[in-house]
């Protein structure tokens, strides 16, 4: 270990400034954007959130895509159209995506930053708490948008599928997008003060998204699943978000093919509405800045 | 919430504070006043409160009675503004892994109105060679430094420093004890804890001794417990084995030996009741029964 010099230690402390000279605190906008720097930086030099948040739904795209795509490469029917397998997963490995780069990735991250006193750490500073969540929303944005980005990408241009090129479907996938970010975001912040300990975090969120994302339609076809599982499907977002993500990405015709015969885009945004806000009351009345065991 | 004048040459003024948990009363009645520019070591077993007492103070743990003044406010209801006026080095951390020493510092700077220069700052704490490395590859006493210039780049009047060598070795502590000495003859008020009575003696101007939740006594190193007035053992060997004498007078003693000895006294020593005698006496007297293996946080 190195450690300083004598003359080094004994030079007198970085000038010291009295109190009155002070400028007014820091301003929340220009630290919550340092915080999403910060954040981002963290995310992309830990290797485990970069493979399962960031690449997961690219792989399982990746994997299912090849298992079931076949030689023929057509999959799907319903009624005279049928669409290639690619196509038929990618809208639910968006809605994953999504799904992943806030909830999972949030609940995870601030449940271990509580355990390790990050939080405790920056709570006994002047940083305004706003800009601690406004730099996990710019690292949700951030990972959220580049998975998306590489997502359709490699389904493009790996897969051969045709994205759409109507802007009212872009349109519809703006606000599922923005929706679905934003519930999976608060929700995620909420949910991060249930592991009892940050080591045990990832054990308990993972299966918690993984089950959603078989009774949700991302890995089978909603249509498949029983009834039962369908119902309680229809109570979590996901379910709401992939089924927007067909609407985007399906042809009008699989329209029909829907459970209930329809894209379903009004209660979509009831349902995702409704889960923003109780993630958002969740936040503000169980988010703590210190573990539960402190006074 | 009380206010005193910007001169109040009073940094922490202590009234009456008590926290109680569940099952225990973890600070009861404590009354402290640290004055500004002064360096004030908090002593006592795992357990006793030190961590409790310091946490309150910097508005991290809500007291349950009892008045505290830190820097002029109430720390229960501490805005940035005073939040940029102090500085917390809390116990041993492993937090922002990821992050580099120079990223870190920069970050932090951000924070504060009227921060130190993070290049300054770094090669204050002697961590210029380790600038670009993450926190995750520092030994333990790096990691601490670090913790320090995060601790001191608001450039703070007030610094809180909970037990900051623990796991050092002597050099690092050493170097350590550099670094807090600059930062007093810099005007900035410390207050901190530490298990090395060492450690205490060379950098407090006082020491405040707490014992299961009690204040048991607040003075000079060279004072504590009536140190100074306390009596010397005198020792001696010769062919009857090993002999001493208590006494208020050692020269005194040792000049009767002398005569005695006709010159020169066989295997003399004058003993005084060392810091950590002292400091062991108060605490058994004041009967902590604690058996936990650390502080509640």
Not at chain 2, 212 to 239: F, I, K, N
Not at chain 2, 254 to 269: C, D, N, R
Request: aromatic share 8%; proline share 6%.
């Amino acid at each position: 270990m190195t450690t300083p010099t004598r003359t080094q230690s004994t030079d007198p402390a970085p000038t010291y400034r009295p109190a009155s000279d002070r400028p007014a605190t820091a301003g929340a906008l220009r630290v919550g954007a340092a915080r999403a720097g910060i954040e981002v930086k963290t995310f992309f030099r830990e290797k485990d959130a970069v493979v399962f948040v960031f690449a997961f739904p690219v792989i399982m795209l990746g994997i299912f895509a090849t298992v079931f795509g076949g030689d023929d490469g057509e999959a799907f029917r319903v009624g005279g159209v049928s669409v290639p397998f690619p196509q038929y997963f990618l809208p639910g490995m968006l809605a994953a995506g999504i799904m992943l780069s806030s909830f999972q990735s949030l609940a995870i991250s601030i449940s271990i930053e509580r355990d390790d006193g990050t939080l405790k750490r920056l709570r006994g500073t002047p940083m305004p708490p706003i800009s601690y969540f406004l730099g996990k929303i710019g690292l949700v944005l951030a990972t959220s948008l580049a998975q998306i980005a590489l997502l359709l990408g490699v389904a493009a241009l790996a897969f051969d599928v045709e994205l759409p090129s109507e802007p009212s479907r872009w349109a519809t996938f703006g606000w599922i997008f923005a929706l679905g970010t934003a519930a999976g975001t608060v929700l995620g912040i909420g949910f991060s003060s249930v592991p009892r300990s940050g080591r045990s975090a990832p054990a308990v969120v993972t299966p918690v998204v993984l089950v959603l994302q078989f009774i949700s339609g991302v890995f089978f076809a909603f249509n498949d699943l029983p009834t039962w599982m369908q119902r309680v499907a229809e109570i979590f977002p996901l379910k709401w978000m992939a089924q927007g993500m067909r609407s985007v990405f399906l042809p009008p015709e699989l329209e029909a093919g829907e459970v209930s015969g329809s894209w379903q885009h009004g209660p979509t945004v009831l349902v995702l509405t409704v889960w923003l806000l109780v993630g958002l009351v969740l936040c503000l009345r169980t988010f703590r800045w210190s573990r539960r065991d402190a006074g | 919430m009380t206010t005193t004048p910007v001169r109040d040459d009073v940094a922490v003024r202590v009234r009456g504070l008590t926290k109680r948990y569940a099952e225990k009363v973890a600070v009861d009645g404590v009354d402290l006043d640290v004055r500004r520019g002064e360096v004030l070591a908090l002593l006592g077993p795992n357990g006793a409160g030190k961590t409790t007492v310091v946490e309150m103070l910097e508005g991290y743990r809500r007291r349950d009675r009892g008045e505290v003044s830190v820097l002029g406010q109430d720390p229960g209801h501490a805005d940035r503004r005073w939040r940029s006026r102090i500085g917390i080095v809390l116990q041993s951390s492993a937090d922002n892994a990821e992050l580099t020493v120079v990223e870190l510092v920069r970050h932090f700077a951000g924070f504060y109105p009227a921060p130190r220069d993070p290049d300054q700052v770094i090669a204050w704490v002697g961590l210029e060679a380790k600038r670009g490395t993450r926190t995750r590859a520092l030994s333990g006493g790096q990691r601490r430094r670090l913790d320090v210039a995060l601790g001191v780049i608001g450039n703070p009047e007030l610094l809180f420093l909970d037990e900051p060598t623990t796991g050092f070795d002597p050099e690092a502590r050493r170097a350590f004890w550099a670094l807090i000495t600059a930062l007093r003859a810099d005007g900035t008020t410390i207050v901190l804890t530490t298990h090395y009575l060492d450690e205490a003696e060379r950098l407090a101007d006082r020491l405040a001794v707490i014992s299961s939740g009690r204040l048991v006594e607040v003075a000079r190193p060279a004072d504590l417990g009536g140190r100074h007035q306390r009596d010397a053992t005198v020792v001696w060997t010769d062919e009857g084995g090993r002999h001493e004498i208590r006494t208020a007078t050692p020269t005194g003693t040792v000049a009767g030996l002398s005569t005695k000895f006709s010159g020169e006294v066989p295997g003399l020593q004058v003993l005084r009741p060392t810091l950590e005698d002292v400091y062991l006496s108060l605490i058994s007297r004041t009967a902590s029964t604690q058996t936990d293996d650390g502080d509640p946080r």
